[in-house]
């Protein structure tokens, strides 16, 4: 059981804005940057979101990323049928000495 | 441009080792730290360890302390996982990934393609 909570699954039609949460304690999310990554099918993950709410050059502005406090969101806008993948926060834990994952949370596109 | 490719997966039984190779190129090997990260068929990702970029600091989960060890060759940049014991529940897609700075608290910016261990008699 990942101690990052997010939902197991989302899902939104094209053209609408989806959040995803993640959520933590003071160790991890509370003092630690949280980044994002995006698994579309039967691939390798890939960095989305880093530092909170920085995109690596090639990722769309429609992808966002916001902390606050021991929680933090992922937000996709202008949802598109290409975006259907799973998604996992991520944080380094102090107490742990490793990195935390979230569970992660699938994205349909209806 | 910057290539992590994993080798060495494979079906092993119970209680036997393998080891993992991390081949990097196009950056400066020496000055990343690295991480090993796997997902169970099905499941989602999980960290299971890091080396720093001088490989002298080490951190593992929880699960594989004791029976993973991680080290790296800088002049060859290669990175390895030696894994003994292996159980069942180390079947996964190992990843290794690159750390966006030099002793792995930052992002992973770089992913392998991973490769495939299966545990099973």
């Known amino acids: 059981q990942s101690v990052l909570t997010q939902p197991p699954s989302a899902s939104g039609t094209p053209g609408q804005r989806v959040t995803i949460s993640c959520s933590g304690s003071?160790?991890?999310?509370?003092?630690?940057?949280v980044n994002w990554y995006q698994q579309l099918p039967g691939t390798a993950p890939k960095l989305l979101i880093y530092?909170?709410?920085q995109r690596p050059s090639g990722v769309p502005d429609r992808f966002s990323g916001s902390k606050s406090g021991t929680s933090a969101s992922l937000a996709i806008s202008g949802l598109q049928s290409e975006d259907e993948a799973d998604y996992y926060c991520?944080?380094?834990?102090?107490?742990?000495?490793?990195?935390?994952f979230g569970g992660g949370t699938k994205l349909t596109v209806l | 441009q910057v290539q992590l490719v994993e080798s060495g997966g494979g079906v092993v039984q119970p209680g036997r080792s393998l080891r993992l190779s991390c081949s990097a190129s196009?950056?400066?090997?020496?000055?990343?730290?690295i991480h090993w990260v796997r997902q169970a068929p099905g499941k989602g990702l999980e960290w299971v360890a890091v080396?720093?970029?001088?490989?002298?600091?080490?951190?593992?989960a929880d699960s594989v302390k004791g029976r993973f060890t991680v080290s790296r060759d800088n002049s060859k940049g290669t990175l390895f996982i030696q894994m003994i014991s292996l159980r069942a529940e180390d079947t996964a897609v190992y990843y290794c990934?690159?750390?966006?700075?030099?002793f792995g608290w930052g992002y992973f910016d770089y992913w392998g393609q991973g490769t495939l261990v299966t545990v099973s008699s």
């Open positions: 196009g950056f400066t090997f020496s000055a990343y730290a």
């Open positions: 530092s909170n709410n």
């Open positions: 080396i720093s970029f001088d490989g002298i600091n080490k951190y593992y």
């Open positions: 003071s160790s991890k999310i509370g003092s630690n940057i």
């Open positions: 990934a690159r750390d966006s700075g030099k």
């Open positions: 991520a944080a380094w834990d102090d107490s742990l000495n490793g990195v935390l």
